[in-house]
């Protein structure tokens, strides 16, 4: 993927993750706290509902937050999905799989893309509860990203779960974006 974006400070990075400006400050401000801002991310660019948004890479975010957990905005439950805590990750995603809004779907499916097996799982376990035309609206508008999101599903299946799902198909990660792309065409 493309992580070579400019090192951006946790506000800057947050507040492009959305296409709203109001939905990505209330989530910028609503972690900042809980945020540790030496650490500067990349950032992959996303096309959302015909605009352009720039989805962190990784964030780390302090223990402490898991403190607020159950009173943080559905928002700031995407930027933790970007946490540098794969356990923060999973828990996050649990609370945005279902929600099918076009600001909600690239954190998803970015998801898909990643190592935790647990994470993959979660979501291909909620496929029929994924708004069909909504994501594959955004499969369309991110064809590359799509290509690039599959590649790493595929590298991660290679290297860490080929024993379990010698079947590359059966793979949780590929079978729901073999399902992505199906609806998309």
Known sequence: MDWFTRRKPYSDAAKSAFGSRVIGSTAASELASFVDDNYQTTSKHFISDGLSIYIPYRLHFLPKVQDEFSNL?????????????GYLRQKSSKSIIRRNTSWTIPFVVLLLGEYVIEIVEDIHASVGHLDRAAYADFVRQNRTAMREIRARATSYWNIYHRQIYPDRK???????LNQLDGWAS
């Open 73 to 85: 905005s559905q928002a700031s439950h995407c930027l933790l999905t970007r946490s540098t805590d």
């Open 170 to 176: 059966l793979y949780p990660a590929i079978a729901v």
